[in-house]
């Protein structure tokens, strides 16, 4: 093999590398944002303790398992109308952003980028 096919070889697998590493950064950052938001949720569902940490998981599943970008904030807005909570949807939307910007700072310090 030349040097020229070894030097191609090294950035195809550096580039796998990052793709891989930005990947599992994005996941990362999706699971705590709805970590966050689904216990800021909890509580306004009265969940405390155990119950918010189980609905936050719920949450997170719902990500996992979506099939619609906006999956997880139907289940959360069915949830609060069920409970009859009075909030808006740009409300909610406004703090699942919110959610993300703090989950993306928590993960960044975490890998400290």
Known sequence: MDDSMDGFNQRRKAFEA??????????????KRNHLFGLWVAG???????????YAQEVILVEIQKTHEDDVIHKVLRDLKARKVKISEHRVRK???????????????????
């Open 44 to 54: 306004l569902l009265g969940y405390r303790d155990d119950g918010a940490e189980k």
């Open 18 to 31: 990052k793709y891989l590493h930005d990947e599992e950064l994005t996941y990362r950052i999706h699971a």
């Open 95 to 113: 703090k699942l952003e919110d959610c993300r910007e703090a989950a993306y700072s928590i993960i960044m310090n975490d890998e400290g980028l």
